[in-house]
């Protein structure tokens, strides 16, 4: 999830989306793993319906957040799908939006 920064327009304002201003929402999403990914197993779950996932958290991040500067600690090996997930795309924009405004860890989740 991370990439090359994205200017968006925003109630008639240009704002930059960038990963480095953003508290891995998109890492609370739920990861489903391909059988190519090769994430360490401890990382890893099911789910109820027997899909292999990335494990999340009690606040649910994705459990390879760096809980301290909110990035992937398995850059290099993380699943297929966090490939895909470009910063500043439609699903980025998404889940910027319906998270705005919400806590984490009793912190306001930074949001520009
Ligand atoms: S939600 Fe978007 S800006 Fe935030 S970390 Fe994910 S890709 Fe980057
Ligand atoms: S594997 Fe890395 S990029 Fe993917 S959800 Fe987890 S922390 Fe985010």
């Known amino acids: 999830m991370k990439g090359v920064p994205h200017r968006e327009d925003r109630e008639g ?3 930059e989306v960038s990963c480095a201003r953003c508290d891995a929402i ?10 190519e990914d090769q ?6 779950t099911r789910t109820e319906r027997g899909l292999a996932v990335m494990a999340r958290d009690e ?3 994705c459990v390879a957040v760096d809980p301290l500067r909110m990035c992937c600690t398995i850059y290099g090996q993380r699943p297929a799908v966090c490939r895909k ?6 699903y ?3 889940i910027r939006a ?3 405004g919400q806590l984490r860890r009793g912190i306001p989740l930074t949001m520009y």
Do not use: K
């Open 85 to 90: 997930f470009s910063m500043g795309g439609p």
């Open 13 to 15: 304002m240009e704002r």
């Open 39 to 44: 994430v360490p197993g401890h990382l890893t």
């Open 26 to 35: 998109c890492c609370r999403l739920t990861v489903v793993l391909d059988p």
């Open 98 to 100: 319906t998270h705005h």
């Open 59 to 61: 606040d649910g991040w």
């Open 92 to 94: 980025c924009r998404e």
